[in-house]
T-cell receptor, first 116, second 112 residues
């Protein structure tokens, strides 16, 4: 398997622009997670999907952030409008839920977002 | 809210065994103890997960005492390539995503 795929790997944009990050989870996994990592705040969970349904979005910082999972093989995280403080590495992870498999997550390579 | 405490950093030399301890006093009955490894510019990588006693795989061993309030990740004979940040999490089986808190992790520096 190719693992979790994220695109783009790097994104540089200007403040106020819309940014869309994409993720393809591992085939067969039924849970998908979006994280953000910065030096100051570490690795933060933004949102979690199970069977394509958002279960917990309490980590989404504000209304400028939105995430969708239209099918089992694709998810997007959108920031509109973007701000310099959104600069971070954004990771997508997937896992196969079930008893004894409590969130053994597989992470993608991340998207490094820079907002100027 | 489940919280884990682990050392900020550790130093070791190649060939030594490294033990990283994590405390999780508020662990719940359904929680599993999970460790991840993260190299610079990469996403975290799952290392090992356990519920009680001892778990061993090809990479590491995980020791969990009977009260489950702490756990120890053991890396045998480390090499320079084991230099990374190691995160301990307690993860709820069945949807407790408020426990998916990675914390600051332990930066392990392996020297020649």
């Amino acid at each position: 398997d190719a693992g979790v795929i994220q695109s783009p790997r790097h994104e540089v944009t200007e403040m106020g622009q819309e940014v869309t990050l994409r993720c393809k989870p591992i085939s067969g996994h039924n849970s998908l997670f979006w994280y953000r990592q910065t030096m100051m705040r570490g690795l933060e969970l933004l949102i979690y999907f199970n069977n394509n349904v958002p279960i917990d979005d309490s980590g989404m910082p504000e209304d400028r952030f939105s995430a969708k999972m239209p099918n089992a093989s694709f998810s997007t995280l959108k920031i509109q409008p973007s701000e310099p403080r959104d600069s971070a590495v954004y990771f997508c992870a997937s896992s196969l839920g079930g008893k004894g498999k409590a969130y053994e997550q597989y992470f993608g390579p991340g998207t490094r977002l820079t907002v100027t | 809210l489940a919280k884990t405490t682990q050392p900020i950093s550790m130093d070791s030399y190649e060939g030594q065994e490294v033990n990283i301890t994590c405390s999780h006093n508020n662990i719940a009955t359904n929680d599993y103890i999970t460790w991840y490894q993260q190299f610079p510019s990469q996403g975290p990588r799952f290392i090992i997960q356990g519920y009680k006693t001892k778990v061993t795989n090809e990479v590491a061993s995980l020791f969990i005492p009977a009260d489950r309030k702490s756990s120890t990740l053991s890396l045998p004979r480390v090499s320079l390539s084991d230099t990374a940040v190691y995160y301990c999490l307690v993860v709820g089986y069945g949807g407790a995503t408020n426990k998916l808190i990675f914390g600051t992790g332990t930066l392990l520096a392996v020297q020649p």
